[in-house]
Structure formats: structure tokens, C-alpha cells
């Protein structure tokens, strides 16, 4: 019998997306004419087994699951099929673990009765937050001794716990099997900590969770996999409401996601999946494309046609592979590729930026059209390359920027107003933070000189200026603030004898801040502020917001503080709900203060992206950013092609990440296993990329890393087979 689910194989950029939203058209409208062009006597489809799959999904007024590997994809996926079918179809689509999140909380009642749960509404922890509470829970048990054998600071070591929970969960292992798992694949490995003693802080977490009903992801992929999925009312109500899915590429789906599509196609749905064997981006952070591959062979394979013929994908990947894989070979590289070849790094950053500018300024390309990939992006290079290309007024848009939001000068203003209006914060201020709060508060817009910059918001954004410059407050935070652990205060600016020299403009500004301070100090004793969230809120509006139009990053920062909040002090909630916490009423509000100058919490609220088209700007990302974004341009530049990190694919393996593989569970990871991985990695990397760049690639290497040390990366190789060499000089 011939399945009616269908497995699409293709490369990068190869049309794999497009089939997708070609069979759900098939599904939902079978007797248009579009679908004739696909189904051909090549994979003996007819008519009439569409027709009779469109009225099986008519039966029972079916849904469609539709998953996409990260929000990003998600949107964009989602926005396809509804333009495409006029929006006549409702489809519900999702990430997987945003649909593990909203099936556990939806069927929360289930879990109550299964579990024995209190009757109590789930709330979800972020990462940061629930890293915080495993610290103190976990505290009292890992002393410096178990410090010392794990070779990792507290935070680092807490990750790590964390994440093999989340690893096992994705695997479709339960909690209490993560020793057994531990055990085979460290056996070889004597220098880590006991797998037991591991597994029982995990399912002491677990448990402290579930009591206080809080959702970590981990958590709720093993609730999902493991008592959801098994549930027969569960199953029954799952096939009801969904009789088709579609998932977009799965090889970077976590296992738990084919236990999800097997249920599914038992009950008879039908599927449509894309796979990809160059992608695989998350592998090593959950997912196993392996094990997802095994669905193909339940479906129908349809194998796409490699990258599109403007790609370089198949004119350089042969050659590139070779000359990593076997560095003996000598070839060189046709003149699509040069290399930009420096000493120092700083010198490469400068180069690259200038090959850039002139490039653009030359009209040999637009901005849109470039992309500058690196392994790891570090301040210095970010703001290196930025720097350089705004000042030729070329716009940078960096993927998935996540600074810490203690980075942003506006949320550490709103921070220190904080510490000015509770009692009991005096010691996380000093007079440094007060003046630039001072500065930050005291912004102004300037008036639009004519009727074109009124309308124009960018034009708006730059006329932004403030009342009380840095000299001034740092004069007003010199003399005018006293300093207190209980009670830090600003006193007038008349307490500066002088005071004249502070200026109107500035004075009138001042004198605004302080009396407003006032005014929330007061309040909050009478207890008329419900909580520092809405003391945040107010200084916005007050301050910051004040009518004007700002910046997108800006705006970005200041909603993740308010989400962030928001969610902090309702967790809180919860604890205080739950049994007594011994600390004052502010204790809350300073370690949310210490939490955020951690700079664990970075500036990511939803929606990560600006409304309206496209931004004119070279695309600066990470290879993961990069690869995850499933963008393309014209030109590449890859920047620190000497360095060793390409072997690593730009993120970092999650610890015992290749223990809770499918198709090797519990087995050891050797360095033979590590090195094999790492060379089947980069050839992934090279293929995803070549697919992703039309016209030109640049490598771009130093000899010396930041730190010194000689670059002698994989790709080296590739560096030293280039025929056009674009060197100082050459630049000069």
C-alpha cells in the first residue's frame, strides 16, 4: 500500500519549504490545477488518491499541525501557507517544544489526576531564573570538594546538571534512568562526578518543581513524552484535533518529536516532513536527526534537486571538502573565492570592514546582499566592524543580538531609580550609576525643523538629546548625593555652593527627577505602588517613552525588563504561596538586581524582529545564527577561517549531549567518536554554506588569534588555495 505521508529529501535552498506548502494546497484544495504540475507518472500519483486524501481529511473537519525548528522559522513558515491559501485554512503552528509547552499546560488537569499534583496553575521558569533557584536548592550540596572534582565554577556546574535533565527529557528518557545512562557513557571517565549523585539532584528538582507547580523546558518534555503521549485520553483528543501534520526541516527536531509523528500516523493522519542531511544545526543541543530519519520509512521519499543553479554549492563544495578532508591535495580555488590574509586580528577586522565599505560604495553590491559569518562573535569584533560601517553609513544588523540587558545605559538608569525609592538598596548604588541616571532621565526630543523630519521617526530618533550632560551630573552626583545603606538620597541642587554653574536647562531637569523621586518614595511608604514593576513602568512613561519615538534596540531592551520583571516577581509569588521565605520585603528587588548584573538576562522579547520590510544592512552573525536563520547572499565573508572553532559549528556541545543520541544511548563518546564528529560537522557547515552564497566568498584569516596564538584551524587549508589574496597592502 502506498503511503499517503510523503518524506522530503533536499539540500539547503533546494525547495523543501515550497514542497511543504505545495502538499497542504494538495490537501485542502486537491482540484486545483497547480498540483498537477508536481504529480507526474515519476512518483505515480493520480488524481483520484488526492481527491480521496482531501475527503479522509474531511471527515472529521481535521486541524493541521504545522512545526517549524525555531520561532523565527516558525513565522515565517506560518505567514507562507496562510498567504498562500488566502488564509482560508486555519493552521497551528509551532515549534516542538512550544507545542510540548502548550499541550502540558492545556492538559494540566490530566497531569494533576496521574501525578497526584497539587491543584494548582503551571507557570513557566525561564532559563535564568531557573538556574537561580537550582543554585539555592543545590547549594547546600555542592561544596567546594565537589566543586573541585567537577573542575567548573557553581554557575557553570549548575548548567550542566540543568541540561542533562532537558538532553534526557528530548530523548524520550525519563528522569529516573539518567544514572544508568551516566553511568555506561562516564565510565571511562573518572574525573567527573558520580552519576547517581547527579540524578538525585535532578529528581530532587524535579520534584521541589512539580510540588510548586513551575515548567522548566526539561520538565516539560518529560511530562509530555513520558505520561502525555501515553495517555489514552490524551491520544484520543491529539488525533481529533490534528489529521495532518507538516514539519519543516526535522533533522533538527529532538527524538521526542517522532514519538509525537508516529502516534500520529498510527491513527491515520498523514504527513508531510522535510529533511535536510547538510543541516543538523542543533545537533549536539538536543537534536537527533538520526533518529528522526527513521521516519522516512514510513512515507513516501521524494528526493529534491541539489542548491539553485545561482548557488556556489556546486561548483566549490567537491573541491572545498577535499582540500579540508586531505590537506595533501593541491588545488586551487577558482576566483569566486579570496582570501584577505593579516597578522593581527585587529588589523583583519579593520581590513574586512574596509573590502566592505568599498565594495558597497562602489555599487558592486548592496548591503543587503552581505553577510559576514564567524565562528564566535566577541565584543570586540562585533563592535570593531559595526564601528567602522556606520561611520560609512553602511547599517549592521547583527542576528540575534541577546547583550545582556545590563549592557543597555537606560535600563541601568532604571535600575539605580530603583535602588533610590526602596529602602535597604543603598549599597548596589554609587555616584557613578547616579549620574548617568541622571543623563538617561533627563533626554529630551528636540522640536522637527521642518514638516518632512515631523513624520520621518529615524529622523526623530537622532534629534534626541538630554538636559543634564555628563559633566553636569557628574558635578550634581558629587555633591548632591548621599550616600546610605538604608537610605540613599539626593539632596537640591542648591546644597552645591556652586550651584550657577549648573545651568538652567539642567537645574529645571534636576529638580523634575528629585521631585518625582520623592513623590514615589512616598507612595511606596503608604504602600500605593503595587509592586517595582509598576515603578518601572512609570519612570518609562515619565521619562523615557514621554511621547517620543524610540529606537527599536532600545524598545527591545526595555520590554524584556518589563517581561523579565513581570515574570520574576510572579514566580515569587509562587514561592511566598507555597510556604514561608525568610527575607524581607526587598530582598526580592535586590536579587533581581543581581540577577540582571550578572548579564544573564539579555534583550529578546517577542517579537525579536522589527515590523516592516527588510532592513538595508549587512547581515553580521554567528555560523549557528546564521545557519539557524536559513538566510542567503550574494557575498560571504568568513571571518577567522583560521580558526579552530569551524570544527565546532559556532555553538558550543551541551555536556553528555552525545550520551542521550538515540541510536547510541548510554554509549561512551571516545576521541576517535569526537574527532569523526567534528570532521562531519565542518563538511555540513561548508555544504549549508556554499548553498547559502551566490557570487563571492572571502576568507578572512589572521595568523594571530586575540590571545596571541597562531591560527591553525581546519580551514586553513582552503585560506592557503586561494588564488586572489587581498592583503594589507593590496588595501592600502
Not at 3 to 27: C, P
Not at 651 to 667: I, K, V
Request: glycine share 6%; proline share 6%; hydrophobic share 40%.
Amino acid at each position: 500500500m502506498v503511503s499517503h505521508s510523503v518524506w522530503i529529501v533536499g539540500t539547503s535552498r533546494s525547495g523543501k519549504t515550497a514542497r511543504l506548502v505545495e502538499q497542504f494546497r494538495s490537501w485542502v484544495e486537491p482540484e486545483k490545477q497547480y498540483t498537477e504540475s508536481f504529480y507526474t507518472k515519476k512518483n505515480g500519483r493520480k488524481k483520484g488518491d488526492r481527491i480521496r486524501e482531501f475527503l479522509y481529511l474531511k471527515q472529521t473537519e481535521p486541524g493541521v499541525l504545522v512545526l517549524a525548528a525555531n520561532d523565527d522559522n516558525r513565522r515565517e513558515l506560518g505567514d507562507t501557507i496562510v498567504t498562500s491559501t488566502l488564509g482560508k485554512y486555519p493552521v497551528r503552528a509551532k515549534t516542538p517544544l512550544g507545542f510540548f509547552q502548550d499541550e502540558v499546560i492545556l492538559f494540566w488537569p490530566l497531569l494533576i489526576n496521574s501525578l497526584n499534583l497539587k491543584a494548582q496553575f503551571p507557570v513557566r521558569l525561564r532559563p535564568e531564573t531557573e538556574q537561580e533557584l537550582a543554585t539555592k536548592l543545590w547549594r547546600p550540596q555542592l561544596d567546594e570538594e565537589i566543586l573541585r572534582i567537577a573542575g567548573v565554577n557553581e554557575s557553570r556546574l549548575v548548567r550542566r546538571i540543568l541540561d542533562l535533565l532537558q538532553l534526557a527529557a528530548y530523548s524520550g528518557t525519563s528522569c529516573e534512568d539518567i544514572a544508568q545512562i551516566l553511568t555506561r557513557g562516564l565510565r571511562e571517565n573518572v574525573t567527573n562526578l558520580e552519576p547517581e549523585f547527579l540524578a538525585s539532584l535532578l529528581l530532587d528538582w524535579r520534584n521541589w518543581c512539580l510540588e510548586r507547580g513551575l515548567l522548566t523546558y526539561g520538565i516539560i518534555t518529560e511530562l509530555y513524552s513520558q505520561y502525555l503521549l501515553s495517555d489514552r485520553n490524551y491520544q484520543q483528543h491529539l488525533t481529533k484535533r490534528y489529521q495532518a501534520v507538516l514539519a519543516d526541516d526535522v533533522d533538527d527536531y529532538p527524538s521526542v518529536a517522532r514519538l509525537l509523528f508516529e502516534l500520529l500516523l498510527d491513527q491515520g493522519a498523514v504527513g508531510a516532513f522535510s529533511y535536510n542531511p547538510d543541516g543538523a544545526v542543533r545537533l549536539g543541543l538536543g537534536a537527533d536527526p538520526n533518529y528522526l530519519e527513521g521516519l522516512a520509512e514510513r512515507c513516501r521519499v521524494e528526493i529534491l534537486t541539489g542548491p539553485p543553479p545561482e548557488s556556489l554549492g556546486e561548483q566549490l563544495t567537491k573541491q572545498m571538502v577535499e582540500l579540508v578532508t586531505e590537506p595533501m591535495v593541491v588545488l586551487s580555488l577558482p576566483k569566486t573565492v579570496h582570501s584577505i590574509q593579516t597578522t593581527s586580528r585587529a588589523q583583519l577586522l579593520r581590513q574586512t570592514a574596509e573590502v566592505i565599505a568599498n565594495a558597497i560604495q562602489s555599487q558592486q553590491v548592496q548591503p543587503e546582499q552581505v553577510a559576514i559569518i564567524a565562528p564566535g562573535l566577541d565584543a570586540i569584533a562585533r563592535y570593531t566592524l559595526v564601528e567602522i560601517l556606520v561611520k560609512q553609513n553602511i547599517q549592521v544588523e547583527s542576528l540575534n543580538d541577546q547583550r545582556p540587558l545590563i549592557s543597555s545605559p537606560v535600563i541601568r538608569a532604571l535600575l539605580t531609580m530603583l535602588a533610590l525609592v526602596y529602602p535597604g538598596l543603598g549599597r548596589l548604588v554609587d555616584r557613578d550609576a547616579v549620574a548617568e541616571m541622571l543623563v538617561v532621565l533627563s533626554r529630551k526630543q528636540q522640536p522637527p525643523e521642518n514638516s518632512r523630519d515631523a513624520i520621518n521617526p529615524k529622523d526623530a530618533m537622532n534629534r534626541v538629546s538630554t538636559n543634564i550632560d555628563p559633566v553636569r551630573a557628574g558635578l550634581i552626583a558629587d555633591y548632591c548625593f548621599v550616600p546610605h545603606p538604608d537610605r540613599p538620597n539626593l539632596l537640591p541642587v542648591s546644597a552645591f555652593e556652586r550651584w550657577d554653574r549648573i545651568g538652567y536647562a539642567a537645574t529645571t531637569a534636576y529638580t523634575e527627577i528629585l521631585q518625582w523621586l520623592e513623590q514615589q518614595r512616598s507612595q511606596q511608604e503608604l504602600r500605593l505602588i503595587p509592586s517595582p514593576i509598576s515603578l518601572l513602568d512609570r519612570a518609562i512613561q515619565r521619562f523615557l517613552w514621554n511621547g517620543s519615538n524610540l529606537p527599536y534596540e532600545q524598545l527591545a531592551a526595555l520590554r524584556e525588563l518589563l517581561e523579565t520583571a513581570q515574570h520574576y516577581w510572579e514566580i515569587d509569588t509562587r514561592l511566598r504561596q507555597i510556604g514561608p521565605v525568610e527575607t524581607t520585603p526587598y530582598t526580592t528587588i535586590i536579587e533581581f538586581i543581581q540577577l540582571l548584573r550578572r548579564g544573564t538576562i539579555t534583550a529578546n522579547p517577542y517579537p525579536v524582529r522589527p515590523i516592516g520590510g527588510a532592513r538595508k544592512a549587512v547581515t553580521l552573525a554567528t555560523i549557528f545564527q546564521y545557519r539557524s536563520s536559513r538566510r542567503s547572499h550574494r557575498w560571504h565573508f568568513w571571518l577567522d577561517a583560521g580558526s579552530p572553532l569551524w570544527a565546532k559549528g559556532g555553538a558550543a556541545t551541551l555536556f553528555g549531549a552525545p550520551f542521550f543520541l538515540r541510536d547510541r544511548l548510554g554509549e561512551p563518546w571516545t576521541a576517535e567518536d569526537e574527532k569523526l564528529a567534528e570532521e562531519q560537522r565542518l563538511q555540513r557547515i561548508l555544504t549549508d554554506l556554499l548553498s547559502r552564497v551566490s557570487e563571492r566568498v572571502y576568507l578572512c584569516h589572521s595568523d594571530l588569534a586575540v590571545s596571541g596564538q597562531e591560527q591553525l584551524g581546519p580551514l586553513l587549508p582552503l585560506v592557503n588555495s586561494c588564488v586572489t589574496v587581498i592583503s594589507e597592502a593590496t588595501v592600502n
